[in-house]
């Protein structure tokens, strides 16, 4: 077990889409300390496997 | 991604919610971090294991079509870019013996006894982003998917026409790999189905979408194709610009869109060609349509891991497995659990902006718990290095792993630059952007008295800010580094070619060197920020990010034109899905209004605004104030119809709003304009997806058709819908489309070509005569009240008062545009301005009030400091050289330049720098050359220019 370290209080985001992802970063710009928990090894949820997005042709990524 | 750098986030990946006690303000959360198996600190992501894991198996990224090894990253642009070890495949055992990434990895970060780590975290409020997972479409066994090569799903293809998916983004077949010339997209796989193997009986919303538009990615990627062919039930195109991106894909003669739901999907054994069998739902026909793929548009179905997360909790599933609400307040945000929030599809299916959206609105119900947890953000104080003297350039070299080393002749790089003027230090690195290789440049550039950088390396887009950063911690003026990207514009793109490669990366450094000589130091600026707040318009969007914000600390200033608050929820009964009293809406908002700090005007105009970012001054019929933010929340009209259907001719034609009022008054009996309907017929899309009056969906229709419909059913009253699709998107909505199909509503498909034709005579309408489409014969309904279902428009006077005031863009349809489509719902191009609610396109009440959150999220991160830090890349004007002929003010976008009276009689042009974004624009136009744009100067860009072709004269 690693040593626990001191975390300050915050918000608790439970998934790392794009919806996660966006709450969790006006949180911390309001200056909140944000946890981004995820289940998978790494963010990004389903609009990372998008190619396009509708209407504007953006890059999904 | 920037969510992996921000100071304020700690993202905690391969990690699940384990426990939640306390309430809300104070709750404590256990999380379980899984091993990883590499250590997050260590690893810079090299790559160099995934070349020496032995084990391949399929990549859940590329929904299978991919191959990955044991240990791997998801994707290329992963964040974290640590990389984890699959144990379920790695070989690594007890009595296995592989340790290949172990043995082979540099820095050591192989950590196989990793046993993970339990946590425990204060928060004062949760979030649910828990997303979707993709319908099993092998649970439709008809379509033959799993079965047939050639069935593929929509999330299959969108990794196909994806140029780093499994194909490189050419589109081929499966069976064959050849180019596809018919394709079938079916829609509603799993979606709007009886449950079980047809699927959930929820719309899943975002499929209808995107089958239009892999159609026309589809066209652009294979200008041959023949055939698209759409198989749809209603095409949802319901959202701001969808109905008009739907609209332009009928420009493409290859895509036809054909309502039926094919019944199976056979194989031709020989050809391995595909035959869907399909009713045509208009003309009744059955053919058998060969084509040459199909795609299955699968719907979305909640998570699996919602039941466990929804027991450690303590919250209610819905039916479906997603996480149910608290419908009291009409918010899509409010679990039945205080403190813990929903966003995106937690709560049920919602597009890519209304999750956006949702998750702001979120991110400020929070706020509103954790408001006063702000961390302090402490300044840090820098001793400035000495920059004076000529240049003394250090030029650092990354490989990027075998990203740049693997192409480029990294050493021939490092000979080339050695000799270049000014420059005094060279150095290569295998990372420069992990902490050591940053290190090693702060050492260097103390160790040789430095005074301008350049890095060769990555993209400035995702790293400049980083390298920025380690000058700025030793005192080097950020604005003196330069980078050049020779990963994705050398090695990359020339990934066969690694000695024109190198050539061209040679010239981009000596650029890059040449601009480094003429780099001045900028100094950035920080103006303070009024932390206040204008919310304009009462209704729901206003109400509630006037709440949000003033939960959270904030002065607000709410001013409505009307005597009231409330806006349109004093013109409705029932508000869906929850079938809340809009009254009730309305007087808890109110309520909630009066006990707070907010300073509400009614009866109040804006007369006008001025300033730029954190300080606007306001002025108003009701007096005058300063404000850092401002918030849209005007509304939109409803659609008046003229000389149409009857309406104004006969007295029994009304709209779906003044039925409202109706059924509102409405106490044991209905009755309409002094008489008890028997029949009832609605006209859908009017003043709606018609070019000429309003091209967009106007989204609420549809709803509020069906609720009506559903309230006079109830009353025994005969109804008939007359529509082009019914578009039921929304929470709740299809389910409430197939009640009212079991109560007996009639729904009657009708064509813009042909329009339903009321009848009358003296002031009553007797008849609509519709095109029976299926019959191919005209129907005669007989109807006492016919009800027009009106679209939404914008608001035309007020949207032109406020665009001259405030010069926020409007679209083609009168609207006001938010800065980006998807990922700026509620934001505008001009800095402090936000929108919230109808002005910015229809919505309904939930909608709109996820919408009036997410404002309130957005002003929060402005005000939420004291002051803003400008960006000093803005430009400046010698006034000495100006003649103030004013084409700059012209020009700008952001009305940044302006004339002033320097000294008597003598005008010139300055820059407001808070409101200046440093495009360049008013730079190349100003005819004297009196403007320049700073750290892009006509000096530094010559001197680049010149460098270029120094070499190609030798």
């Known amino acids: ?61 | 991604m920037d969510a992996g750098r921000h100071p304020n986030i700690e993202v905690l990946t391969n990690s699940e919610l384990t426990g939640l006690n306390g309430r809300a303000g104070n709750f404590r959360a256990q999380v379980r971090k899984h091993p990883r198996y590499v250590k997050e600190d260590r690893c810079t992501g090299c790559g160099q294991c995934v070349e020496d894991c032995p084990v391949v198996v399929p990549n859940e990224f590329e929904v299978g079509m991919g191959g990955r090894k044991a240990i791997y990253t998801p994707f290329a642009q992963a964040v974290p870019n640590t990389y984890i070890i699959d144990k379920d495949h790695c070989l690594n055992e007890e009595f296995l013996v592989c340790s290949n990434c172990a043995t082979n990895c540099d820095r050591d970060a192989i950590f196989f006894d990793d046993k993970g780590e339990d946590v425990e975290i204060e928060v004062g409020a949760v979030i649910l982003a828990t997303g979707f997972e993709v319908y099993d479409t092998s649970a439709i066994s008809s379509y033959g998917y799993g079965l047939y090569d050639n069935v593929l799903t929509n999330m299959e293809l969108e990794r196909v026409l994806n140029a780093s998916g499994p194909t490189q983004g050419h589109i081929v077949r499966p069976s064959d790999h050849k180019p596809p010339k018919k394709i079938a997209f079916i829609q509603c796989v799993g979606s709007r189905g009886e449950g079980g193997e047809a699927g959930c009986e929820y719309c899943s919303r975002f499929c209808c979408m995107n089958a239009i538009k892999d159609c026309m990615l589809f066209k652009q990627h294979e200008p041959d194709i023949e055939e698209l062919v759409v198989y749809y039930i209603d095409m949802r195109a319901a959202g701001k610009g969808f109905e008009e991106f739907y609209q332009r894909s009928f420009d493409m003669p290859e895509i036809k869109y054909v309502r039926g739901r094919p019944s199976k999907i056979t194989e031709d054994p020989e050809t391995m060609d595909l035959i869907v069998q399909v009713e045509n739902g208009e003309t009744g026909e059955i053919y058998h349509h060969r084509v040459d793929m199909a795609i299955l548009s699968a719907g979305a179905v909640a998570p699996k891991s919602n039941e466990k997360l929804a027991e450690v909790l303590g919250i209610e599933l819905d039916g479906n497995g997603f996480f149910s609400l608290d419908t009291k307040y009409g918010s899509p945000l409010h679990t039945s659990k205080e403190g813990v929030f929903v966003c995106g599809c937690a709560a049920g299916v919602n597009d890519i902006s209304d999750s956006v959206a949702m998750a702001s609105g979120a991110a400020a119900e929070a706020e509103g718990y954790a408001a006063k947890l702000r961390v302090e953000e402490e300044p840090v104080e820098i001793k400035e290095l000495d920059m004076s003297g000529p240049p003394r350039i250090g030029v650092f070299l990354c490989h990027c792993g075998i990203n740049i080393a693997g192409v480029l002749d990294v050493e021939g790089l490092k000979d080339s630059v050695a000799n270049l003027p000014g420059v005094a230090y060279v150095e290569n690195n295998m990372f420069l952007c992990a902490d050591e290789g940053q290190r090693m440049m702060q050492e260097k550039i103390i160790e040789h008295n430095l005074n301008r950088v350049v890095a060769a390396a990555c993209t400035p887009r995702t790293h400049e800010p980083i390298f920025q950063d380690s000058c700025e911690q030793i005192g080097l003026n950020p604005y003196l580094f330069e980078m050049v990207n020779v990963r994705d514009q050398c090695s990359w793109v020339h990934t066969n070619h690694p000695e024109t490669a190198t050539d061209k990366a040679k010239d981009l450094i000596r650029m890059g060197v040449a601009k480094a000589r003429h780099l001045q130091p900028l100094y950035r600026s920080k103006i303070n920020i009024t932390q206040s707040v204008l919310v304009i318009g009462g209704g729901v969007a206003g109400m509630r990010a006037a709440l949000d914000l003033d939960a959270q600390g904030f002065k607000v200033y709410l001013i409505e034109k009307q005597g009231r608050l409330g806006g349109m929820l004093n013109h409705l009964t029932k508000v869906y899905p929850a079938n809340l009293s809009a009254v009730d809406l309305a007087r808890t908002m109110v309520e909630k209004m009066k006990s707070s700090r907010v300073e509400v005007m009614t009866s109040t105009e804006l007369n006008s605004i001025s300033g730029f970012i954190g300080n606007f001054d306001v002025s108003t019929t009701n007096g005058d104030f300063k404000v850092g933010a401002i918030i849209l929340a005007t509304g939109a009209e409803t659609y008046k119809p003229v000389d149409e259907f009857g309406y104004g001719e006969y007295d029994n034609v009304i709209t779906n709003i003044e039925l409202e009022g109706i059924l509102h008054e409405a106490k044991d009996k209905i009755e309409i304009r002094g008489g008890v309907p028997e029949t009832v017929v609605f006209i859908q899309c009017v003043g709606s997806r018609d070019p000429e009056k309003n091209a967009g969906c106007s989204r609420y229709c549809c709803p509020t058709t069906i609720k009506q419909a559903v309230r006079l059913r109830e009353n025994g009253v005969n109804v008939v819908v007359l529509h082009r699709d019914m578009r039921t998107v929304g929470a709740k909505s299809e389910e409430h489309y197939r009640h009212a199909r079991a109560l007996g509503v009639k729904f009657v498909r009708y064509t813009p070509e042909r329009l339903p034709k009321v009848i009358g005579n003296g002031k009553k309408a007797n008849n609509v005569e519709i095109l029976e489409l299926a019959l191919n014969r005209l129907l005669e309904i007989p109807t006492d009240y016919i009800v027009l279902a009106t679209g939404m428009v914008p608001n035309q006077t007020s949207n032109s008062h406020l665009h001259e005031i405030l010069k926020i863009p409007q679209g083609a349809d009168g609207f006001f545009m938010e800065r980006h489509a998807k990922l700026g719902p509620v934001e505008t191009t001009t800095e402090g301005v936000f929108l919230a609610g109808c002005v910015s396109g229809p919505r309904d009440i939930a909608d709109s009030i996820a919408q009036g959150s997410a404002a309130a999220a957005k002003v929060a991160c402005f005000i939420a400091k004291d002051k803003v830090t400008l960006d000093p890349t803005t430009c400046t004007v010698d006034q000495t050289l100006c003649r103030a002929c004013g084409q700059c003010v012209e020009i700008c976008d952001y009305l940044a330049p302006s004339l002033t009276m320097i000294s008597p009689g003598v005008m010139a042009a300055q820059i407001n720098q808070a409101l200046c974004k440093g495009c360049g624009t008013c730079a190349s136009w100003c005819p004297t050359g009196a403007i320049s744009s700073l750290h892009f100067t006509d000096e530094q860009i010559n001197s680049m220019i010149d460098a270029l072709f120094e070499e190609q004269k030798v």
Do not use: H, N, W
């Not at chain 1, 970063?25 to 944000?34: C, M, N, P, Y």
């Open chain 1, 1 to 61: 077990m690693l040593p626990k370290e001191k975390r300050e209080k915050g918000v608790l985001v439970l998934g790392g889409g794009i919806a996660g992802i966006q709450a969790a970063l006006d949180l911390a710009s309001s200056r909140i300390k944000v946890y981004l928990v995820e289940r998978s090894p790494s963010l990004g949820g389903r609009m990372a496997q998008l190619d396009k997005t509708f209407p504007t042709m953006d890059c999904a990524i």
